[in-house]
């Protein structure tokens, strides 16, 4: 047993004293006391003496403790700050939800002119968009197609000074980098605005670059819904549709609520096939669509918004609506009960206002909120609606779908996401903050006045932010607190 000595001094005092809590007046944590620390303030109760020792053998490199099945305060420190520690459930990290479900069922990782690494007028076009795109899990990938030199149809959002890539060279580009992250399927959206000559050959390029991987064909699926399930098969497929585009001009609200869900885009399964449009206002005539790439859309056909209730009508399964997020704001305010049950059974698409040139995003969260599964945004601009959207899509492994929670999809009552009476027992969260560390040096050298802020993002009557106090003068770089309380509702 080791001798009861004095603990070593450390910046970090507050762990210090989580681990003298249960060393119990030792220099080091004995395997057992690691474990009572374990169950009591990790709340790790599927731990067991194994857990334990695994964690010693981890993260301590002192031969002795070790030896003794015990770890030093360095070693708790290190076990302290690795990823074993982080807040994330870390069996979350491999995909656990049920992916069995109807396609409508889930949120997908969406990306909005995914071919764009700045803004939306002369922003550059470039292949490696789309590999940060999947490789960040995105299961929905937009590509804005215009015909080119040569017979060779071109991606780059149209009417503008952003520079253009070659489209066999996108898809070869997505053929390639598709399934590193998830293997799950991919919805490739395609704006169409190419003549018939050039969509022959976009469709040709689908087929002979992504080859068995592109879903030809309905599937056989089990699901209790009328769409396929995420596991029913790993190919791609397009969505399609002929009617005009999502990129014309916003200038009066009435003209932009005419258009913005007329945007052509297409779907694909591990790759589901595309739905194709062309601009309204650049373009007075609806793209007719070649057979030859209408034949590849199955189950994402594009058709416009008219109202809720003529979807419930007329929209069949396999069919999808694209809405602006102004438009998609205006419905959930006046029927977000019918909009949660509307994406119960189909796919919903929203993307940003053409207003916003610089690419920046909309809050994500509003349009999960009635259900809606593919909420597009620009990847390439940070932020909270990006560190939101990385946030959802960290869950179940990464793998882009995300499945919705029961409320969103239950059929015995009616949810209306903007109302304050759920009749629901809320749940008290209590969190405590320890301290901080790694963080960053200022410029100016100066010392920094930090503290922590903790977000729930959810429905409005979820919606809370809470801080801790500022430490003043932090010199450190790390952040010291006594009892740094959080208390939310």
Same mark, same amino acid.
């Given at each position: 047993?080791? =001798? =009861? ?10 762990? !210090? ?22 169950? =009591? ?21 002192? =031969? ?34 049920? !992916? ?52 060779? %149809? ?305 429905? %409005? ?29």
């Amino acid at each position: 047993m080791m =001798k =009861k000595n004095k603990v070593p001094q450390s910046r970090r005092a507050e762990i !210090m004293g989580l681990f003298q809590n249960h060393a119990e007046g030792l220099t080091t944590l004995s395997a057992s006391a690691l474990l009572k620390f374990l169950h =009591k303030d990790q709340m790790q109760h599927a731990a067991n003496i194994d857990t334990a020792e695994s964690l010693i053998d981890k993260y301590e490199i002192e =031969k002795a403790a070790i030896e003794s099945r015990s770890m030093t305060f360095e070693g708790f420190l290190r076990y302290m700050e690795s990823k074993d520690c982080c807040l994330f459930d870390q069996t979350h990290t491999s995909v656990y939800q049920d !992916m069995g479900q109807p396609l409508n069922s889930y949120f997908i990782s969406s990306s909005h002119n995914t071919y764009l690494t700045g803004d939306q007028l002369v922003g550059r076009s470039h292949l490696d968009a789309y590999v940060s795109a999947l490789r960040k899990g995105c299961r929905c990938l937009e590509i804005d197609c215009w015909d080119g030199p040569d017979m060779e %149809p071109v991606v780059y959002h149209g009417y503008t000074l952003t520079t253009k890539i070659l489209f066999k060279d996108v898809i070869a580009t997505v053929a390639q980098h598709a399934f590193e992250v998830s293997a799950f399927p991919i919805i490739l959206s395609l704006e169409n605005h190419c003549c018939e000559e050039q969509q022959e050959v976009m469709a040709q390029y689908l087929i002979s670059i992504l080859g068995d991987k592109l879903l030809k064909s309905p599937l056989d699926h089990p699901t209790s819904g009328d769409l396929p399930s995420p596991n029913a098969d790993n190919k791609t497929e397009a969505e399609e549709s002929a009617d005009e585009g999502e990129d014309g001009d916003e200038e009066e609200e009435d003209e932009e609520d005419e258009e913005e869900e007329d945007e052509g885009h297409q779907s694909k399964a591990k790759f589901w096939s595309p739905r194709i449009a062309g601009s309204k206002k650049k373009m007075k005539k609806k793209v007719k669509v070649a057979q030859a790439l209408s034949d590849l859309v199955i189950y994402a056909r594009s058709v416009k918004f008219i109202s809720f209730s003529h979807s419930k009508d007329n929209q069949n399964c396999y069919e999808n609506t694209s809405i602006a997020e102004k438009k998609a704001r205006k419905l959930i305010k006046a029927s977000g009960p019918d909009f949660v049950q509307h994406n119960q059974k189909f796919l919903s698409r929203i993307y940003p206002a053409g207003s916003r040139t610089s690419s920046s995003n909309y809050n994500p969260q509003e349009f999960w909120n009635v259900g809606a599964q593919i909420v597009a945004l620009n990847f390439q601009s940070l932020g909270l609606p990006m560190d939101l959207n990385d946030g959802r899509f960290r869950d179940n492994g990464g793998c882009g779908y995300i499945l919705k929670p029961a409320v969103l999809m239950s059929s015995e009552r009616s949810f209306d996401p903007s109302s304050s009476q759920h009749h629901l027992k809320p749940t008290h969260l209590l969190l405590k903050v320890i301290s901080g560390s790694n963080l960053p040096v200022p410029k100016s050298g100066k010392a920094l006045d930090p503290f922590v802020r903790v977000e729930i993002h959810g429905i %409005p009557s979820d919606s809370r932010t809470k801080n801790t106090h500022t430490v003043k003068n932090n010199c450190e770089y790390l952040m010291e607190f006594q009892h740094g309380w959080l208390c939310c509702i």
